[in-house]
């Protein structure tokens, strides 16, 4: 709870660049598996679609090996053992765009039509600058485009 925090100064930076000020820290017994660990923890005010962040000395220290790519972490016990802990994920099904979303966006996108691409690839070979937007699907970008070297182009029309 809020009582148990501990005061303190720390000044926290978000993705956005944008700062708060720490609400305390809270010294908490970890348990990840069989790894158990004190840790101390900076609670912030915030609407993350994650619950606490770990930083690189604790990982260091149980000796594990998060995978962002195979959402799995690998701990090596000191009995030579390893484990896989699997991630949890919920949080990208809370979230206003997460994976879920997005794959329904996606499928709800029209085609592309190659009747589109034809009439501004003239003159620029087959390449040409288009954005995916998962509202509205494939768009052409009118102010520039890219010519046969791969290099981008004003649009002189």
Not at 99 to 115: D, I, T
Not at 130 to 138: A, D, V
């Amino acid at each position: 709870s809020e009582k148990d925090l501990m005061d303190h100064n720390i000044v926290i930076t978000d993705f956005n660049g944008n700062s708060a000020k720490s609400m305390g820290v809270i010294v908490v017994k970890l348990k990840v598996d069989s790894v158990s660990r004190s840790t101390v923890f900076i609670v912030v005010p915030s609407k993350a679609n994650y619950n606490l962040l770990l930083r690189r000395e604790w990982i260091h220290v149980v000796g594990a090996i998060p995978s962002t790519v195979h959402q799995v972490m690998v701990l090596w016990r000191e009995d030579d053992y390893v484990e896989y802990i699997d991630a949890d994920d919920t949080a990208f099904k809370v979230a206003g765009i997460g994976v879920l979303n997005s794959e329904k966006m996606l499928e709800e996108m029209g085609p592309c039509r190659m009747e589109t691409f034809n009439q501004w690839k003239e003159g620029f070979g087959n390449k040409i600058k288009i954005t995916l937007f998962p509202r509205n699907g494939f768009e052409i970008n009118e102010s520039s485009n890219v010519n046969q070297d791969g290099q981008e182009v004003a649009n002189h029309e």
